[in-house]
């Protein structure tokens, strides 16, 4: 899945710029708009996913703080 928003994104990208050169500048504000509308929802959803395992991360590294704390007691 990676690789396909990837590969998305630099199509649209590569559109809007070929867009811009080629004279087509209302075209190319359509795509530009659709690129960056894009672009952020694909970062959200990242950093949702990032978000979340850090959380996890964090979690486990408490938990097992805690218990190396409590066995020390």
Do not use: P
Not at 21 to 38: D, K, Q, S, T, W
Request: hydrophobic share 40%; glycine share 8%.
């Amino acid at each position: 899945m990676n690789n396909i928003l990837f590969y998305i994104l630099i199509i649209l990208m590569l559109t809007t710029i070929g867009c811009f050169v080629l004279g087509y500048h209302n075209a190319g504000y359509l795509v530009g708009f659709i690129f960056a509308g894009f672009s952020m929802s694909v970062g959200l959803v990242y950093s949702v996913k990032n978000r979340k395992y850090t959380h996890q991360y964090w979690h486990d590294d408490y938990v097992q703080r805690r218990q190396k704390t409590k066995e020390k007691e």
